[in-house]
Every structure is written in C-alpha cells, then in structure tokens.
C-alpha cells in the first residue's frame, strides 16, 4: 500500500521506535528524519522531531546537533506538548 496508506506515518514512527530499542540508532534516525521529509505534516511529525533529538542521547549527551533538534522542533511545532519537553 506503500506510500499511498494513510498509516505511513505510523509505520514510519514504529519503524524507528523499533530501531532505537535494537540499538540502532542510524536506521532509527533515517526512519524518524524520513518520516518528517516525506510527511512534515503529518500528526506524528512532532513526536519523530522529538526522537530525533533523543538518538545517541546515551553516547553523545547534551551537544549542538541535538539541540539543534530540539529547537527545530519547538519552532516548527509550537503547538505540541513534546515543545515545553524540548525546551
């Protein structure tokens, strides 16, 4: 049904859900980036944006990339409840 199903953007989200507990943080990050690029507008966009910034939290920590994320998220998706956690 690929990409005409109303539920890619879900498939997308679980399929980096799914990444990130295998530990593969690359896919992971792919799934959640494609999922914003193909469907930005999508209801699930914020959330990916969110897990976006959490990718390589435990290597990485606090950095300029993540952060980067995580504001890109509070300016594209003022709305969301995942804003007040980025911030």
């Known amino acids: 049904m690929?990409?005409?199903?109303a539920s890619i953007d879900?498939?997308?989200y679980q399929m980096g859900q799914s990444y990130l507990k295998d530990g593969d943080n690359t896919e992971a990050f792919k799934a959640f980036d494609g999922l914003i690029t193909a469907l930005p507008h999508s209801?699930?966009?914020?959330?990916a944006q969110?897990?976006?910034?959490w990718v390589n939290?435990?290597?990485?920590?606090i950095s300029a990339r993540r952060l980067g994320k995580f504001?890109?998220?509070?300016?594209?998706?003022?709305y969301s409840d995942?804003?007040?956690?980025a911030y």
């Open 43 to 47: 209801a699930l966009a914020d959330d």
């Open 57 to 61: 939290f435990p290597k990485e920590g």
């Open 71 to 78: 504001n890109k998220l509070i300016q594209n998706f003022s």
């Open 50 to 53: 969110f897990a976006l910034g």
């Open 2 to 5: 690929y990409p005409d199903s």
């Open 82 to 85: 995942l804003a007040a956690r």
């Open 10 to 12: 879900y498939a997308y």
